[in-house]
């Protein structure tokens, strides 16, 4: 049985990797207006790794006799000026994830909640992966520059970019 601050704690996660989802699928159509399919790719399945992960939540809380209770999903930006700036603020977001996991594994111990404690190990290790492939993608873009050749073959890469299982172990390499 969850208690009520861990449980309010975990619903609020389920809104922020819905959020997520809804954020990576807004680059994706960004990505889409730009004719970089490779990258509106690589983007769609980070949207769908991201509501498989909001899902992980909403079954944690309902198997452990919890309440799931959904709030509304915060509009996502829209507009970019370059790829980079979409991956920088891809990474950026996914530092700000890393932290809410993180206070989330605090508040199970001071809970004594070990079972969500378990639970979350998987996310902190999803979130080393997360910030990793954002970051090696940053790298390349900067690499890239103004090459248009170079960011012909960069978005050939992203686009072989497939989803994971539901479950899989974690976001996949960058290409
Ligand atoms: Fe759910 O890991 Fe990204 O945000």
Known sequence: MLNPKMQEALNQQINAELFSSYLYLSM???FESQSLPGMANWMRVQAQEELMHAMKFYG???ERDGRVALAAVEGPRTEWSSPLEVF???????LKISGLINRL???SHEESDFATHSFLQWFVNE???EEAAAKLIIDRLRLVGD????MFMLDNELA??????AGGAAAEAAG
Request: aromatic share 10%; net charge neutral.
């Open 28 to 30: 994706s159509a960004y």
């Open 60 to 62: 944690f809380i309902n």
């Open 88 to 94: 920088e603020e891809a990474y950026k977001h996914e």
């Open 105 to 107: 594994v605090k508040l």
């Open 127 to 129: 979130q080393v992966e």
């Open 147 to 150: 090459n248009g050749v170079a």
């Open 160 to 165: 072989r970019r497939t989803p994971m299982p």
